[in-house]
């Protein structure tokens, strides 16, 4: 372990120095030591190397808003320790860093395991509307509703231990780093390229996952060329903590099979330990959806750039609904307020989304333009302002722009923070 500059990770290393290198990366919400029952059986064969993300597990609140800011980190502080060439086994954003270092730098990754991941997590509203309650309430929604999520309710009731654990994880990471951690989940989607994942990946998924489950597993499976997939009986999403053992076969089968293949110059475990008799590969998956090839080098077209900020902003839900009720006649109309509002101004850097979201509440208030608030407070709470920031804009309204008008804000204001920032059961 070490100090932590803001563009490295914290870290430790377990096992022979002399060992090749395999890197072990965290789910939200957790620490390192969500793999501490795998280290035992690991260390024997390899250098295992994990590290905490920014915020979690006492490591410095430096936050990152992108999986490749977070996998730059990642490199940097391997680099830092002459570790070129590495296999790794990521859980959730975990998996989404390896599968963006397996992309982006293939030459480093020797093997990658991608646990309870998939090529776009949930949606992009679902994570932002997360940030917006852990910015109103904190962690605590977000620790309380845990075990559910990240067990099945056999296990969460006979070890309420591991549980507590697991909610102590939650609860004492870094709220901004968090929120930072649920952006980048947001705007992660590499669907469209899968195909250029080159390097023997084992796709792992308990069977009982709900948050990433066989589903997505099947996807990464299907687009990635040298896949193969792994169920886990009696597990859910954080599988390595709950059938450590499973787990364990499964890492130790695949990377020691991986690095005779890829590291022929780098001393291997001279064995094939046996898979868990119920953890089997499934094949016969179904083909991942194609995305459309990226577009022309150069200065972004303003309407394509105004989709992916509107989108960001508003939220895909909202912005669907608009673009379904598109017709003929006004078909023309969105594609302006596409191209110029979002493309052009909205994207501008002169000021931040922020302040933005504070001059657009204004002056909708102001011209009295309140059918389009309710979106906005939405677009204000997801770039980052609180529900006090809010009421401040609106007061300040209230001055300059009149009482009745400003009233009518408050009651379409209150009711939408109530509804974005009201933890879901």
């Known amino acids: 372990m070490s100090e932590t500059p803001p563009n490295t990770l914290q870290y430790r290393f377990d096992g022979p120095e002399d060992a090749p290198t395999l890197v072990l990366g965290p789910y939200l919400g957790t620490t390192w030591h969500m793999w501490d029952r795998q280290i035992p059986e690991l260390t024997q064969h390899w250098r295992v190397f994990r590290f ?26 391997l680099d830092g320790h002459g570790v070129q060439r590495f296999g790794y086994a990521g859980c959730s954003i975990g998996g989404a860093i390896g599968a963006d270092l397996a992309l982006r730098h293939p030459h480093r990754v020797a093997s990658l395991a991608l646990v309870a991941a998939s090529p776009r997590f949930a949606s992009a509203d679902e994570f932002r509307r997360r940030g917006v309650v852990v910015r109103t309430n904190g962690l605590e929604p977000m620790a309380r509703t845990a075990p559910e999520r990240w067990f099945t309710p056999g296990f969460a009731a ?20 968090y929120i930072a951690a649920c952006e980048a989940l947001a705007a992660f989607d590499i669907r469209g390229e899968l195909g250029r994942i080159t390097v023997p990946t084992l796709v792992l998924v308990g069977a009982e996952d709900r948050v990433t489950g066989p589903g997505d597993a099947r996807t990464l499976v299907a687009g990635i060329p040298d896949a193969r997939l792994a169920l ?23 990377f020691s099979a991986a ?31 194609p995305r459309p090839e990226p577009g022309a080098t150069g200065r972004a077209d303003p309407y394509e750039l105004g989709m992916k900020v509107r989108r960001e902003v508003l939220g895909d839900a909202h912005v669907d609904r608009v673009m379904a009720a598109s017709d003929e006649f006004t078909g023309d109309f969105q594609e302006l307020v596409t191209r110029y509002a979002w493309g052009e101004v909205w994207a501008r850097e002169g000021l931040d989304r922020r302040t933005r979201s504070c001059v657009t509440l204004t002056g909708l208030v102001t011209s009295g333009h309140l059918e389009s608030l309710a979106a906005h407070v939405r677009a204000a709470l997801r770039n980052g302002l609180t529900p006090a920031e809010i009421k401040e804009v609106l007061m300040q309204t209230a001055v300059y722009c009149g009482v009745p008008a400003a009233s009518a804000a408050f009651s379409i204001a209150r009711t939408v923070i109530q509804e974005e920032t009201t933890p879901c059961p």
């Open 52 to 77: 905490d993300l920014p915020g979690h597990g006492g490591a410095p609140a430096h936050p990152a808003t992108a999986v490749s800011e977070l996998s730059d980190r990642l490199l940097a502080t």
């Open 158 to 177: 006979a070890q309420p231990a591991i549980v507590e654990w697991a909610v102590q994880m939650v609860r004492t990471t870094d709220p901004g780093c």
């Open 232 to 254: 886990v009986p009696g597990a859910s999403h954080l599988a390595p903590v709950e059938q450590p053992a499973a787990v364990t076969d499964l890492l130790l089968t695949h």
């Open 259 to 289: 690095w005779q293949d890829t590291l022929a110059a780098i001393p291997v475990p001279p064995f094939a330990p046996q898979l868990s008799a119920p953890v089997l590969p499934i094949a016969e998956i179904t083909a991942a959806a």
